[in-house]
């Protein structure tokens, strides 16, 4: 069950994208299993992100929203550190994603991308929380940055984190 619910949302995520940012996720990977982030981005819109976890290790990850869609691999260094690499809009990027529990019901959450499309570079920091409010489920907010050739955006968000 869980696989074709996966395999749908994936397949939904390829034919709908028209765009994502980067959303707050944690830096681990869950062999066979992974999360769904749900986020409203400031003026963006929403934002949908879906990982699964291939190996105890590396992870696929791809992101849609309005603005840019993401596809990616990530290799969990350690629990609290992630390594990706993917396209975004196309472009390759390269980002890490950090997370930091600060007891069993807060977690931190932080992303630096750095992308190049163009020959232009741009760069991309996130940074939040999540609060656990059920076994599966938490509620993450924080704030996105974006620095590129058309300038600086700031934008806060809000949204559900659901592990499987």
Known sequence: MKRIMLISLLTLCLLLIPGAAL???T????????EITLL???????QL????????????YVQIHNEATLVSAKYE???????????????PFIGVNTSLPLDENINLMGDI????????????LEM?????FADNMDLRGG??????????????????GIHY
């Open 23 to 25: 959303g707050l996720n």
């Open 27 to 34: 830096a681990e990977v869950q062999e066979k299993g992974g």
């Open 40 to 46: 409203f981005i400031g003026d963006q819109g929403l």
């Open 49 to 60: 992100g879906v990982e699964y976890g291939l190996t105890p290790e590396i992870a696929a």
């Open 77 to 91: 260094y350690d629990s609290n550190l992630g390594i990706m690499l993917g396209v975004v809009n196309e472009a």
């Open 113 to 124: 991308h750095i992308s190049l499309a163009n020959n232009h570079l741009s760069a991309l």
């Open 128 to 132: 939040g929380i999540g609060f656990k």
């Open 143 to 160: 704030l996105v940055a974006v620095a590129d050739n058309t300038g600086k955006n700031f934008n806060f968000q809000m949204g559900i």
